[in-house]
């Protein structure tokens, strides 16, 4: 599986983007997706993800009520709105998707197939 992630960029502390991954498969609609990110000198922590019918979802506490994930199974997309960021927001964010049945949780081991990045830098 494909998965492109764009949307990112620089924005001033507050502001707001909109991140976008899309995949080239057509069993997307049936992949649980996922956002991570990787601030410089940190390791991948997980933000939020998302069940494949958009029904569950879940997300780090450091992000509950600033991000929404959602998702477009008729246009094999994942969405990461963000608002309101913060300095701190500044990461490579990665899109992630697993293919196995009843995949879910916030492990980097648990998605399979995962993106190149999108630069999101927030200035303060």
């Known amino acids: 599986v494909q998965l492109q992630a764009s949307g990112g960029g620089l924005v001033q502390a507050g502001g707001s983007l909109r991140l976008s991954c899309a995949a080239a498969?057509?069993?997307?609609?049936?992949?649980?997706m996922a956002w991570f990110r990787q601030a410089p000198g940190k390791e991948r922590e997980f933000v939020a993800a998302?069940?494949?019918?958009?029904?569950?979802?879940d997300y780090a506490d450091s992000v509950k009520g600033q991000f929404t994930i959602s998702r477009d199974n008729a246009k094999n997309t994942v969405s990461l709105q963000m608002i309101n960021l913060r300095p701190e927001d500044t990461a490579v964010y990665y899109c992630?998707?697993?293919?196995?049945?009843?995949?879910?949780?916030?492990?980097?081991?648990?998605?399979?197939?995962w993106g190149l990045g999108t630069l999101v830098t927030v200035s303060s």
């Open positions: 998302i069940s494949w019918s958009g029904g569950i979802t």
């Open positions: 992630a998707a697993s293919d196995k049945s009843a995949a879910w949780g916030r492990s980097p081991t648990v998605y399979d197939y």
């Open positions: 498969k057509r069993t997307f609609s049936s992949y649980t």
